[in-house]
């Protein structure tokens, strides 16, 4: 069985990561087992619709098909996402998971991908965010269930690092910003290291060559007090690169690996469509581009298809791009509507004057009915002669 261990900030059930996932399956024997640990989200009234969707996902863009379990005996693959990082502590604690969970990266063998609020128990402690930001509880750390360790790192591991929702106040590295991550930096044991692992990023370590990959649209940062290294997307290196990073050796200020110029572009994020549509859309609107106000609402749509088995939904997800769209598709009919009006009033001062040309040329005056061609054409009506008539087209 090959070893993998990988590790996703965010996006893991979008289609920013599925290229990882595609090149981490590829890597499993025919038939092989593949579990979703559904834990870090079994509290929630929709644990079977985020399972039902997940499940669509890695079937029909990873190719992988995938049953919903709550142990991973025997499993090649295992998956487990967003939710809570704490709720999914309590469980794997008492139902042995936790156990299981080390013993495969102790052993190097099987895909074990966790992301999300599942990533963020990798340490040897835990952010636990719910409580935290949502509830208001005092910075604190939770026992993580070390999976780092077996890999000679004394190290915490924080997802979603470069997280900027909050807009006016600091939500990056999970929520926590710059302030309480220094509170809760003063309290774990000496010699630990932060590992922050940005959103649409992620870490693909190869257990048995002991490589490591940085892939995805952000980077790895090693923090340690008075000391941060960013290992960018592309960065490939190993695990004694990262171990000197994280022990803070000589030189970790130097720049990083080099990247690997052959990685596949990223995929933009739900949220940069999201404004993409929006200006384009406004431009359209002020030509006004009834075609490319119409095509970008179709982009859009298209986009929430490609976007429908995101399960974490950050930055507004599926429901914001849903509601753009409905906003658009309705400013579209207030465009169309405007145009239609803006066109019948051209047109009740466009024919008389075209109709006063045809009189013009009927009666010789060629040179008056020029001019009054050339007036209209400086207007934005363009007037043919046609076998069947004087024909007038426009812009607008």
């Not at 863009?61 to 991973?72: R, T």
């Not at 630990?192 to 693909?204: K, M, N, R, S, Y």
């Given at each position: 069985?090959?070893?993998?261990?990988?590790?996703?900030?965010?996006?893991?059930?979008?289609?920013?990561?599925?290229?990882?996932?595609?090149?981490?399956?590829?890597?499993?024997?025919?038939?092989?087992?593949?579990?979703?640990?559904?834990?870090?989200?079994?509290?929630?009234?929709?644990?079977?619709?985020?399972?039902?969707?997940?499940?669509?996902?890695?079937?029909?863009?990873?190719?992988?098909?995938?049953?919903?379990?709550?142990?991973?005996?025997?499993?090649?693959?295992?998956?487990?996402?967003?939710?809570?990082?704490?709720?999914?502590?309590?469980?794997?604690a008492d139902s042995g998971v936790a156990g299981d969970l080390r013993a495969r990266v102790?052993?190097?063998?099987?895909?074990?991908?966790?992301?999300?609020?599942?990533?963020?128990?990798?340490?040897?402690?835990?952010?636990?965010?719910?409580?935290?930001?949502?509830?208001?509880?005092?910075?604190?750390?939770?026992?993580?269930?070390?999976?780092?360790?077996?890999?000679?790192?004394?190290?915490?591991?924080?997802?979603?690092?470069?997280?900027?929702?909050?807009?006016?106040?600091?939500?990056?590295?999970?929520?926590?910003?710059?302030?309480?991550?220094?509170?809760?930096?003063?309290?774990?044991?000496?010699?630990?290291?932060?590992?922050?692992?940005?959103?649409?990023?992620?870490?693909?370590?190869?257990?048995?060559?002991?490589?490591?990959?940085?892939?995805?649209?952000?980077?790895?940062?090693?923090?340690?007090?008075?000391?941060?290294?960013?290992?960018?997307?592309?960065?490939?290196?190993?695990?004694?690169?990262?171990?000197?990073?994280?022990?803070?050796?000589?030189?970790?200020?130097?720049?990083?690996?080099?990247?690997?110029?052959?990685?596949?572009?990223?995929?933009?994020?739900?949220?940069?469509?999201?404004?993409?549509?929006?200006?384009?859309?406004?431009?359209?609107?002020?030509?006004?581009?009834?075609?490319?106000?119409?095509?970008?609402?179709?982009?859009?749509?298209?986009?929430?298809?490609?976007?429908?088995?995101?399960?974490?939904?950050?930055?507004?997800?599926?429901?914001?791009?849903?509601?753009?769209?409905?906003?658009?598709?309705?400013?579209?009919?207030?465009?169309?509507?405007?145009?239609?009006?803006?066109?019948?009033?051209?047109?009740?001062?466009?024919?008389?004057?075209?109709?006063?040309?045809?009189?013009?040329?009927?009666?010789?005056?060629?040179?008056?009915?020029?001019?009054?061609r050339a007036a209209m054409h400086a207007g934005g009506v363009v007037v043919?002669?046609?076998?069947?008539?004087?024909?007038?087209?426009?812009?607008?």
């Amino acid at each position: 069985m090959p070893g993998l261990l990988v590790l996703m900030g965010s996006g893991e059930t979008s289609p920013t990561m599925v290229e990882i996932h595609r090149a981490a399956a590829r890597t499993l024997r025919a038939g092989a087992r593949a579990v979703l640990l559904d834990t870090p989200y079994a509290f929630q009234e929709n644990r079977a619709d985020i399972s039902a969707r997940a499940c669509r996902y890695f079937a029909r863009s990873v190719g992988l098909e995938v049953e919903v379990a709550s142990g991973i005996t025997g499993a090649d693959w295992v998956f487990s996402g967003p939710g809570s990082p704490t709720y999914a502590l309590d469980r794997w604690a008492d139902s042995g998971v936790a156990g299981d969970l080390r013993a495969r990266v102790r052993a190097r063998q099987g895909v074990t991908v966790l992301a999300s609020a599942a990533a963020c128990t990798a340490g040897l402690a835990t952010v636990p965010v719910y409580e935290i930001y949502k509830v208001g509880a005092e910075p604190h750390w939770r026992e993580g269930i070390g999976l780092l360790e077996p890999l000679g790192l004394q190290a915490v591991l924080i997802p979603h690092f470069d997280n900027a929702e909050g807009g006016t106040h600091d939500t990056r590295y999970c929520y926590l910003g710059e302030r309480r991550l220094s509170r809760l930096e003063r309290e774990l044991p000496a010699g630990t290291a932060v590992l922050g692992l940005d959103e649409h990023t992620a870490v693909v370590i190869d257990l048995d060559g002991e490589t490591v990959q940085v892939a995805g649209r952000g980077g790895l940062t090693v923090r340690r007090p008075g000391s941060v290294v960013v290992l960018p997307a592309g960065t490939r290196t190993d695990l004694a690169e990262i171990r000197r990073l994280a022990e803070g050796g000589a030189g970790t200020a130097s720049a990083p690996p080099p990247v690997d110029e052959e990685v596949t572009p990223a995929e933009i994020t739900l949220e940069e469509t999201i404004r993409s549509c929006e200006e384009r859309f406004k431009a359209a609107a002020a030509e006004p581009d009834m075609v490319a106000a119409a095509q970008t609402v179709l982009d859009l749509e298209a986009e929430l298809v490609k976007w429908a088995a995101d399960t974490e939904e950050d930055a507004g997800g599926v429901d914001q791009a849903r509601e753009l769209m409905r906003l658009l598709i309705g400013r579209l009919g207030e465009l169309a509507s405007r145009t239609d009006q803006r066109a019948a009033g051209l047109r009740s001062l466009v024919e008389p004057l075209v109709s006063l040309r045809a009189e013009l040329r009927e009666a010789g005056r060629y040179d008056v009915a020029d001019a009054l061609r050339a007036a209209m054409h400086a207007g934005g009506v363009v007037v043919e002669d046609t076998p069947d008539g004087p024909r007038w087209t426009t812009a607008l």
